[in-house]
């Protein structure tokens, strides 16, 4: 017999059916014995009988085996339907269960909502909380979410193309994650803090329009909102203006959530310069919602643009403030140049916010040599120093690069506003413990000195503190 998703139990009444999936809930009665099961579409209640030749084994079965049930479908009494969340309308009347895979005793209760379990408990056994309703939920949404973007940027003539994990540190703020390479010993592969100029180099090369649900690994302080990796929903366009990218991004996210049946507060997103969302709100991310508007679940997206370009790090030298790629606004490339004013420069960057998150963020590039350098002056890099950091970059721009720029959306935080978890683990499949150790495995782990000894390396010990 072929098998049968729950969901589709309804067309069946009066036939025998197998499904497969897990065992929810038992409840032993005694001469009877009812199950919920569940499937990935759904759920449905089942009962043996007392003379069904199924009760040896429903009485053996614990809860989140896998089973194969053969069973009647059958219409439930009014009553019961009206009451019952799952499958109303429908029972099982088994008539065999084969315990495919059997449970043992589970670590947490995954019929609840586990996000107040300890979180090495539920990391440890991750595989078992993805089990639960809230986070199939979630994963499903966030799928749901990305399959939506693409869907929109291939109607939009985008190409997707993966750039490399193995390459060149790319400066986003954040440390590197480093590999070191065997073949050339005592050197080091930095993890992409992001595809930023690979997805360049893809303008220069020709492509337009590209993107990539990219990953990106940066080593940075942990938080709620923040982990080790993200993926992002990476754009690239040449030939465009800030209002371009601006409007490619809004019709996307307006089209995904809306699709998914989400609200949002004010179309077309509001906008607010820097120097206003600072005055309003003290901050650069910021929540328009309403209470009210809270309680219904809806988005209130905005833009927030005409960030200060660069700023002061501790020791007093200039860094930027979002991405030295960019290109400063129109008004002020003269002004970049000359080195002139460098605290009041203003970058072409702009940042969606939603619900109090940052979401994404991206800017007009700086595709002339002589700008992206100066950025580079500026931070007080030398010519040989700026040559070997970002020189493929300006010998690429050489070649006539178009003009582009482009945005990154962070997943994580779209998810999160959709689902309304203040969480990045409540909507990653895999997440860190907040002490940066992974699920399930145990990475960060020592290497065997075998490891150590093709790669070159040597292990110091660790410092002492005091
Ligand atoms: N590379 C930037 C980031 O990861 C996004 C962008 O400017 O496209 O935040």
Redesign the pocket.
């Known amino acids: 017999m072929n098998r049968t998703f729950i969901k589709d139990l309804a067309e069946h009444v009066g036939e025998s059916v197998l499904i497969k999936g897990w065992v929810s809930v038992r409840r032993d009665q005694g001469k009877m014995v009812f199950f919920d099961f569940r499937d990935m579409t759904g759920e449905v209640q089942g009962l043996v009988t007392p003379k069904s030749a199924a009760m040896e084994v429903a009485k053996q079965t614990d809860r989140e085996s896998a089973v194969a049930v053969t069973a009647t479908v059958q219409a439930r009494p009014e009553k019961n339907a009206q009451a019952d969340k799952m499958n109303g309308g429908i029972e099982l009347l088994i008539e065999a269960i084969e315990i495919v895979s059997p449970s043992g005793v589970l670590p947490f209760e995954i019929s609840e909502d586990t996000s107040g379990i300890n979180e090495e408990v539920r990391l440890a056994y991750r595989y078992l909380d993805l089990r639960s309703e809230r986070m199939q939920r979630n994963i499903r949404l966030r799928s749901q979410l990305v399959q939506k973007c693409r869907e929109y940027l291939f109607a939009q003539h985008f190409t997707e193309i993966e750039t490399p994990l193995l390459t060149e540190s790319t400066p986003?703020g954040s440390r590197d994650f480093v590999v070191p390479s065997r073949l050339h010993p005592g050197k080091f592969y930095a993890l992409p803090q992001?595809p930023?100029q690979y997805k360049q180099l893809l303008m220069v090369g020709g492509f337009e329009r590209y993107f990539q649900i990219a990953r990106?690994v940066r080593d940075e302080d942990l938080r709620a909102d923040r982990g080790f990796e993200h993926t992002?929903v990476?754009i690239?366009m040449s030939f465009v203006t800030q209002e371009d990218i601006m409007h490619t991004v809004e019709e996307m996210v307006t089209t995904a959530v809306e699709a998914m049946g989400f609200t949002i507060k004010e179309k077309p997103f509001p906008r607010f310069t820097y120097a206003e969302a600072m005055e309003k709100f003290g901050a650069d991310k910021f929540d328009l919602r309403t209470p009210e508007d809270k309680e219904k679940g809806i988005l209130a997206y905005a833009w927030v643009h005409r960030f200060p370009f660069f700023e002061k790090t501790s020791d007093g030298a200039w860094t930027f403030t979002h991405?030295p790629f960019s290109m400063p606004i129109p008004e002020h490339i003269e002004q970049l140049l000359a080195k002139k004013d460098v605290g009041e420069i203003l970058t072409t960057q702009y940042d969606l916010v939603c619900n109090g998150y940052e979401a994404g963020?991206?800017?007009i590039r700086a595709h002339k040599p002589e700008i992206l350098k100066a950025v580079y002056e500026i931070m007080g890099y030398s010519e040989e120093g700026t040559q070997e950091r970002i020189g493929h970059m300006l010998t690429a721009f050489g070649f006539g690069a178009p003009p582009h720029g482009?945005?990154?959306l962070g997943v994580e935080r779209l998810v999160m506003n959709l689902t309304g978890e203040s969480h990045l683990r409540e909507v990653q499949a895999f997440p860190m413990t907040r002490g940066g150790q992974t699920s399930v495995m145990k990475a960060p782990k020592p290497l065997t000195h075998e490891q150590l000894d093709e790669l070159g390396i040597q292990i110091k010990p660790p410092k002492k503190h005091e």
């Open positions: 986003e992001s930023q990106a992002q990476d690239e991405n963020g991206g800017s482009g945005i990154a």
